[in-house]
């Protein structure tokens, strides 16, 4: 009989049902989420329902990275930037939110940012700073246009997951954009490591800026924690971290990708 109903049911009605489904799934995986302790980590089998509550749309984070970016914002003592929004924000902004920190998002598509402004309504993030960034060509690279003077200047963790990777220098301007606004100590954790364009941006991030990194992977996906010496701070807060400030960054326009570079964010 359910299988019958199935079959005659409008393609439109059973999608607008799996939608009301993960919907449900999705507000009893929050709850859960805001429910752990203030410091603590959620295990993993809870970002595993937020992701299945979520739902798969090709760009939310999934397994490890996912893992590691929850552990991040459980410690994290600063507020918190994020390049790129999603299932990640809501994560971020329910965990940093419960030592009073804040989120600033940053979002070059009008649609996603609809999705995710609509989802932080829903869940009541007012901590969140979700902010419609169109892309910029800022000459060697495009990236961002962010609201420099209304960001804070002491970001202690980064979640770089944007923009795509076909733009021009990738995931690259960040650091040449934003790196002034990091705090001491701040670390970035860039999502898609396995893919070639992620891999030139993290050399030319080291050779350029001192930034160290450790890549780590699981089931195909990789991602890198990264940090900075205080000898690499101290000469980027010397001479501030903005594009003006650097000059020519000399990034190739194109980085050639694999077979395997499928994910489209």
Same mark, same amino acid.
Do not use: K, M, V
């Given at each position: 009989m359910v299988a019958l109903v199935k079959k005659i049911l409008p393609a439109s009605l059973k999608e607008k049902i799996k939608s009301i489904n993960r919907e449900r799934r999705l /507000? *009893? *995986?929050? @709850?859960?989420? *805001?429910?752990? #302790?203030e410091n603590e980590a959620p295990a993993p089998d809870v970002l595993a329902e937020l992701g299945r509550g979520w739902g798969d749309d090709g760009f939310r984070a999934v397994g490890g990275y996912l893992e590691e970016l929850a552990r991040s914002a459980a410690k994290v003592r600063g507020p918190v930037l994020e390049i790129g929004s999603g299932l990640t924000t809501l994560v971020l902004g329910t965990l940093v939110g419960r030592r009073g920190l804040a989120v600033w998002t940053l979002e070059h598509h009008p649609e996603f940012f609809r999705q995710t402004q609509e989802k932080l309504k829903r869940y009541r993030l007012t901590n969140v700073h979700l902010t419609l960034a169109p892309l910029r060509d800022y000459g /060697?690279?495009?990236?961002? /246009?962010?609201? +420099?003077?209304?960001?804070? @200047?002491?970001? #202690? +963790?980064i979640v770089a997951d944007g923009p795509p990777g076909d733009v021009k220098g990738g995931r690259f301007g960040l650091l040449p954009v934003l790196r002034s606004h990091f705090a001491p100590g701040a670390v970035v954790l860039l999502d898609d490591a396995e893919r070639v364009q992620e891999g030139a941006v993290l050399r030319k991030w080291k050779s350029e800026y001192g930034l160290s990194y450790q890549l780590q992977a699981r089931g195909g996906k990789a991602w890198a924690i990264c940090s900075f010496s205080e000898e690499s701070q101290e000469v980027i807060r010397s001479v501030g971290g903005h594009v003006s400030d650097i000059g020519s960054l000399g990034l190739s326009s194109t980085v050639p990708t694999t077979e395997d570079d499928r994910r489209p964010d």
């Open positions: /507000d *009893a *995986a929050i @709850r859960r989420l *805001a429910s752990i #302790g /060697d690279f495009c990236w961002y /246009d962010p609201p +420099l003077a209304e960001l804070p @200047r002491n970001f #202690g +963790l």
